[in-house]
């Protein structure tokens, strides 16, 4: 276990994701975990892992930002919108929100993470890789030199991001997604599970296949339940 030299940090949500945050947390980070908290409407258990569980509403004055950290570990419901919400109402509240980096991926070292960011195992991160804030990459990913992923972005696991490509705000990128060289994905993007991506995307669509199309008379916003009107 690494020596514990950092903040105590509250984890935000209680559900699977959560609980691995706190595994991965625990074990391969300097931050100790305390406690967790959910909003009061989805509260359904008082402790997990052995910690308590707290209403959200309530985290301010039992976990005050001047004493403890924060991170946000809810995965991409509502198009990475409920994770982002929660992750702006820790901002707001002043909390510091940290970021973890397993000791197993390879970080170059001129890489920018931004915060609330969870990279997992066997992830790959080349020269010059930026990485904005809320931001999830799930294991075994590679991310090519000089490419940009903006913020609130979900990348499942053996995603191959070529080099000077940019993942636009808010996307979503399924399991053993490809993108070429100097792909621009727009903000609002799902792409499905094994797409390969040739070209420029469009704002709040839907790719998938080989090469990827765009899926006709369907957006993003609608197929996870976000009116368009809402954005």
């Known amino acids: 276990m690494i020596e514990k030299n950092g903040a105590e ?15 991965y947390f625990t074990y391969d980070s300097q931050y100790t975990v305390v406690a967790f908290a959910v909003e009061a409407e989805y509260k359904k258990q008082d402790e997990k892992c052995g910690l308590p569980v707290i209403e959200y509403e309530q ?6 930002p001047n004493k403890y950290s924060a991170f946000v570990a809810v995965t991409y419901t509502q198009l990475n919108r409920v994770r982002t919400r ?5 901002k707001s509240m002043g909390y510091k929100m940290v970021s973890y980096v397993s000791s197993h991926a390879f970080v170059w070292r001129n890489v920018e993470i931004g915060e609330n960011c969870f990279i997992f195992e066997n992830n790959v991160l080349q020269h010059m890789v930026k990485v904005g804030d ?14 940009v992923i903006e913020e609130n972005v979900y990348i499942s ?4 991001v070529s080099g000077y490509c940019v993942i636009g705000k808010g996307s979503f990128l399924g399991v053993n997604c490809t993108l070429n060289d100097n ?3 727009a903000e609002d993007n799902i ?10 995307t469009e704002p709040g669509k839907i790719y998938v296949g080989n090469p990827a199309k765009e899926l006709p008379k369907r957006t993003s916003y609608r ?9």
């Open 134 to 147: 809320n931001v999830i990459l799930w294991s075994g990913n590679h991310i090519g030199h000089r490419s």
């Open 86 to 90: 929660l992750f702006q109402g820790m």
């Open 9 to 23: 940090i509250v984890i935000v949500g209680d559900g699977e994701l959560a609980e691995i945050a706190y595994e």
């Open 183 to 185: 792909i621009k994905i």
């Open 191 to 200: 792409l499905g599970s094994g797409s390969v991506i040739t070209k420029k």
């Open 59 to 64: 985290v301010e004055s039992r976990y005050p």
């Open 223 to 231: 197929a996870l339940g976000v009116k368009e009107e809402e954005i």
């Open 157 to 160: 696991s053996h995603v191959v």
